[in-house]
């Protein structure tokens, strides 16, 4: 097991996302390391369940298992280029998929987070 604590974000490849979300998930939840999972929008892809679920729920059992991470962090954002959608239907994507992690059956706290137009990272 890996020294520290950690927690895992799944989260856009969207470079802009990353470090907002690093820094808001390490200081609200005392976490040394967060795990980053990237996709182009992740949370199309866990809400319509495509081909990428099953690599998203490896890395995150690796995570989970193999650093002891305490939480799972999934992320949407505003001006998506990988899920060029609504944020009222990103939302939508967002509760389906966290029912979808949450039925993996890791013991670890799962929250959705919304990133928006200024990089401001809110708990939905």
């Not at 890996?2 to 856009?12: E, K, L, V």
């Not at 802009?16 to 808001?24: G, H, I, K, S, Y």
């Not at 005392?30 to 929008?41: S, Y």
């Not at 081909?51 to 998203?56: G, H, K, L, M, N």
């Amino acid at each position: 097991m890996a020294h520290g604590i950690f927690g895992t974000a799944i989260n856009c490849m969207d470079g802009r996302t990353q470090l907002p979300v690093n820094e808001f998930l390490r200081n609200r939840y005392n976490l040394d390391f967060v795990d980053t999972i990237t996709e182009p929008g992740p949370i199309k892809i866990l809400a319509e369940n495509q081909a990428a679920v099953t690599s998203i729920q490896q890395r995150v059992k690796i995570s989970v298992e193999g650093h002891g991470s305490r939480l799972i962090a999934i992320v949407a954002h505003y001006d998506c280029a990988g899920n060029p959608v609504s944020k009222e239907k990103q939302l939508e994507q967002l509760e389906a998929s966290l029912k979808t992690v949450r039925s993996w059956y890791f013991d670890v706290q799962c929250l959705g987070i919304w990133v928006d137009e200024n990089w401001q990272v809110t708990i939905v």
